[in-house]
């Protein structure tokens, strides 16, 4: 097992609403990246989080935002949901330094908008 | 042009086959690679780093050409376990710890 954890696993909303998906790193990691995999495509970077700042974003609109707290843990936010947000969500830790660090990805949150 | 393009398959091929992924990437500051394996509904997990000497795990091959910025996945006497989408994967460094994926691989393994 990876020891990173995501929750929940599977969520259905409607347009408009607003979603948190949760993360827990692996331990021993201070860094959590978080990406968005839509069907039959490779998982695209949303943003990192290290040491509870924002280390870098990927061509996210605002309304994706994020959080790391003390313990490394992380959420992920999307407000106002739209039909093409429904995708998986994963959640990658890996310990900072260095960019040839491997990420550890979670199981994922299976995210669906009607 | 994406950044890290692939042949996206469905490679099908018998037990014990030996079958050859490709991929190439844009960037020339790109410093890590990677391939992940992900199978259906799963989460993707690291299949082996990639290394300029190239670099083997059983029967795993994997190959660097920073020259020509392509990398491959050689798979020798292929298993019906094989059966994945095989990413491949290229981290750009320079302090950035984001990965970039492809939209990866589909093999197929027949009995």
């Known amino acids: 097992e990876t020891g990173v954890t995501q929750s929940p696993t599977h969520l259905i909303k409607t347009r408009g609403q607003q979603v948190t998906l949760r993360c827990s790193s692996q331990?021993?990691?201070?860094?959590v990246s978080w990406y968005q995999q839509a069907l039959g495509q490779g998982p695209q970077f949303i943003f990192q989080y290290y040491r509870e700042e924002e280390n870098g974003r990927g061509n996210f609109p605002p309304r994706f935002s994020g959080l790391q707290f003390p313990n490394y843990s992380s959420e992920l936010n999307v407000n106002a949901l739209e039909l093409d947000d429904s995708a998986l969500y994963l959640c990658?830790?890996?310990f900072g330094g260095g960019s040839n660090q491997p990420q550890h990805f979670g199981d994922g949150t299976r995210l669906s908008i009607l | 042009r994406k950044e890290v393009e692939q042949d996206p398959g469905p490679f099908n091929v018998p037990e014990g086959a030996t079958v050859a992924f490709n991929c190439t990437y844009s960037?020339?500051?790109?410093?890590?690679f990677f391939w992940y394996r992900q199978d259906c509904r799963k989460e993707p997990k690291l299949l082996m780093s990639v290394y300029s000497s190239g670099n083997e795990d059983g029967r795993f091959t994997a190959q660097l050409n920073r020259a020509s910025q392509y990398i491959s996945l050689l798979i020798r006497d292929s298993k019906l376990s094989d059966s994945a989408t095989y990413l491949c994967?290229?981290?750009?460094?320079?302090?950035?710890?984001?990965?970039?994926f492809g939209s990866g691989t589909r093999l197929q393994v027949q009995p």
């Open positions: 960037n020339s500051a790109s410093q890590s």
């Open positions: 331990s021993g990691h201070n860094t």
């Open positions: 994967v290229v981290n750009v460094g320079a302090g950035r710890r984001a990965l970039t």
């Open positions: 990658a830790s890996s």
